[in-house]
Every structure is written in C-alpha cells, then in structure tokens.
C-alpha cells in the first residue's frame, strides 16, 4: 500500500516515471503505475525471540508479532492431528442447504456459500476466550484462536494480548488472516464469537470489519445429529463421546473450566500469577482440534458413499430427521429404517416408527403408513395419533366406515385418558380442539353408517307393499 501511495505521490509532483524503449514516457505504464496492484494476501510475519525478562511470552510459547499499530503475542504449533478432511460435495449442499419449510428465500446466499466451501484452503477455523460470556461493548477477545489445514495437518496460531491496548494489532492480523481465508468455521460462532469480533472491530473506528465469503457454523448440525444421545453438545463432550479424541491422540484431563477463564485474565491484568494462561491457551488450543475433528466427523456422516453400519442407533435417527428436514426424504427414510433395525431404545422407537409413517403418509404410500400406524395405536399410554390417522386412512382410502369409527372412537378415548389438568391456555385449547375435530369425525360417521344402513333396509320395506297391490 505504501509502494502504491509513493508512486501516486511522485506522479503528482511531475516525477519522471519508466521511459519505454524509444525513450518517450509509455502512458499504459503511467495508467498502470497509477493503479493500486491487486492485493497480495500478506503470510503471517517472522515472530521475535522474546528475552529473558518476558516471563508470559516464554510461559505460552510465544512469539512477539509487531505491525503499524503495536504488537502482541503469536502462539504458533502445527499438529498432525486430526488430519486434512476433504469436503464432500453432498455433506457441503447439506451443510449449506436451508431447511425445506424456509422454500428459496435465500437461494442466492446458500449458492455464494456453497462455491466458497468447496475449496478448503479457504478455510479458517476460528475460537475465542473473552472477557465475558455476555458480549457488548465492554466484552474483549483476550485470545483469538486460529486454525487452517496445511500439509495434511492442522496449522493453529492464536493471537493473544497482553493488555487491552494491543487490540488493534490482534484485529489488524486477524484481519489479514480472514483476507487470505475468507470461510469461517466455528461453533456457535454465528451467535457468539463473530458477532463479538464484528462488534469489536467496529469499535476500533480504523480497520474495517473484514467480509465472510461463508460461515458455517458447525453447533447447528451438531446438535441436530447428536443431542438426542448426549443432551449436551458441548465440544468437550462431542470430543468423549463422538470423535474419540484420546484415540486421535489428546485428551483434556487437565482442562480448565470455561467458566474460569475470564477472571484467569483479569487476575493476570491486576498483576495477579499468570500460570493459569496457559492452560486457557491450551483450552483454546483443543478447541481448535476438536473444530476440526468434528468437521471430518460430520462430513463422513452426511457423504452418502460412507456406510453407517458402526452407527450408534439414536445417532442414525438424529441423521434421519437432519435430512428429512433439508428435503433429503428417500435418505431420510432409509436412514430411519437403519436405525429401527439398528436397536432403538423402547422410549425412542415410537418416535422413529411416527417418522417412518409420516414420510410413507407424505410419498402417497397409504398401506405402508397405516401398517405403522397400527403398530402405533396399540400403545397404551399413547397411540392418539395413530388412532386419529387410521380412522382418516379408512374413511379416505379403503372406505371402510366401520372401521374408521372405531378408531375414530379409540382416538378419542384415548384424548380423555391423557387429558391432565394444564396452567397453559395453549395447552387447553389445543386439546378442545383436538376433541371438538373428533367428536365431529365420530358423529359423521356415524351418521353415514345410519345413511347406508337405512338405504340398504329400503328395498326390503317396498316389497310387501308391491305384493299386497298385487293381490288386489
């Protein structure tokens, strides 16, 4: 930039600028001297020793970066694990695929993102540690964890700083990072940790809030995939339970609670040890490896060509309902059928069996779907909806009014017998409701069967009559 201003600058003052062979001024060449050259995408600068005296660079491992507006502190490792994860196309259009119900409102967002994720060399996975848990202007980005594929591993730099006056050369290389890796991958980054960092630099008044070409935000999938099994799809408990990280070769026993991490730095600010920094580095660190790991999970999850057969069940079922949500129905139901075969928990399986009937319901498949929701309306402390769908399937389909009513019937025992007493007025008029639909189906019905009845006894009646005309 300083080159480009020099030579603006020269031309201004009457400088002479290149001649061209035949000793006359080329004007192409002034034009393009003129012009600002394309940027070049700046690689992260050579680190300073820090000396003897610098106790908290030498406790973190760190390096002391320096640019225009001051320095601050660069923790720079490279691990070969997890290793380079290629994105598959299908698990990318899921992952950027907005659910069916929302129809295209946003089909030229999800088709930038989409293009910008398939090169993975753009990729930056980003984690903060902040002062705060709350955001707002008063909440600062202490730690910036960054981390980038390179050499079939993973790269990771975390910028970190030593006082609140060194945030804007942390934000000005952040910014370079995010000019060379433009596709953000977080968890509850979306929510929490850009938005934060937007707010921040904003507030800087000097460096532009850099542009995202993607943000994929991994918690969402997450927690569509896995909560059903864990109910808490935190990354420390997905690095347990789903990505085995001991087996990838790290652990957390000596982690420290995130909770603790903000007083950790305030205590460092007022003078206080800072020996606790650097488990939060190391905290923040596993963050960013566990990011990555959960990527790779994910996309073999979602790439149709992996089999699903080592699986766990209920992981099988949460797949299924992801994809039934992004329109992705015949996986969806054979993924569903996966799980039920797989072994469901009984208290799940009514769940999965409901999914499976209303997909067959959804594709026209009326036998399928009413056979599962037969299975369904013999449980006994449910079994309103099954009831209730095979009463319609009769009526409708196969015209068997008996059977209707007699379901149509059960449905509505079935509605008085779990009727509790409810604090919400939602609640209580949605059952009023329910009953009020049932009652009318039962008196329809039964009124066609009286019709039918009745015209089936009229012919009977009129014979008699011919026959006694006859006699006269």
């Not at 902040?130 to 910036?144: D, H, K, N, P, R």
Request: with cysteine; net charge neutral; proline share 5%.
């Amino acid at each position: 930039m300083e080159s480009w201003l020099g030579t603006v600058e020269a031309a201004k003052a009457g400088a002479e600028l290149p001649h061209s062979k035949g000793g006359n001024i080329d004007r192409f060449s002034r034009l393009a001297a003129l012009k600002p050259a394309r940027g070049v995408v700046p690689r992260p600068a050579e680190l300073r020793t820090p000396d003897e005296t610098d106790s908290l660079s030498r406790l973190l491992g760190a390096g002391i970066a320096r640019n225009h507006y001051g320095e601050h502190l660069a923790i720079r490792n490279w691990f070969s694990t997890p290793e380079f994860a290629e994105p598959s196309p299908a698990s990318l259009e899921l992952l950027t695929k907005r659910p069916a119900s929302e129809g295209g409102r946003y089909k030229r967002q999800i088709q930038d993102s989409r293009a910008a994720l398939e090169d993975p060399e753009k990729w930056l996975f980003l984690d903060t540690e902040t002062t705060g848990l709350a955001g707002g202007t008063g909440t600062y980005a202490f730690l910036v964890g960054l981390a980038w594929w390179d050499a079939g591993g993973l790269q990771v730099e975390q910028l970190f700083l030593r006082d609140f006056s060194e945030e804007h050369s942390l934000l000005h290389e952040l910014a370079a990072r995010l000019a060379e890796r433009p596709v953000l991958v977080t968890f509850n980054g979306k929510s929490f940790d850009w938005p934060l960092l937007e707010n921040r630099f904003t507030m800087t008044r000097a460096i532009k809030v850099p542009q995202l070409a993607a943000h994929l935000d991994l918690l969402h999938p997450a927690r569509a995939l896995w909560k059903l099994r864990l109910g808490s799809v935190r990354l420390v408990e997905l690095e347990r339970h789903v990505l085995e990280a001991e087996r990838l070769g790290w652990h957390r026993g000596d982690d420290v609670a995130s909770a603790l991490i903000p007083q950790f730095y305030f205590d460092y600010l007022r003078g206080g040890t800072a020996d606790p920094l650097a488990g939060v580095v190391k905290h923040n660190q596993m963050d960013l490896r566990g990011l990555a790991a959960l990527f790779g999970k994910i996309n073999s999850l979602l790439d149709e060509r992996q089999s699903l057969a080592a699986e766990d069940s209920l992981d099988l079922f949460g797949l299924s309902k992801f994809l039934q949500r992004r329109g992705e129905n015949e996986r969806a139901h054979s993924t569903c059928v996966q799980a039920l075969d797989a072994g469901l928990p009984a208290e799940i399986r009514p769940r999965a069996t409901r999914e499976l009937a209303l997909m067959a319901k959804r594709r026209g498949d009326g036998d399928s779907a009413a056979a599962l929701w037969r299975e369904l309306a013999g449980d006994p402390s449910d079994g309103f909806e099954a009831c209730e769908q095979l009463a319609i399937h009769y009526e409708r389909k196969t015209k068997d009014i008996e059977q209707a009513l007699a379901f149509a019937q059960l449905a509505l025992a079935k509605l008085h017998r779990q009727r509790t007493p409810s604090l919400d007025p939602y609640a209580r008029e949605r059952t009023r409701r329910l009953e009020e639909k049932l009652m009318c189906r039962v008196e329809r019905l039964r009124h066609r069967i009286k019709r039918s009845d009745a015209a089936t006894r009229a012919p009977l009646l009129a014979k008699p009559a011919a026959a006694s005309g006859g006699v006269r």
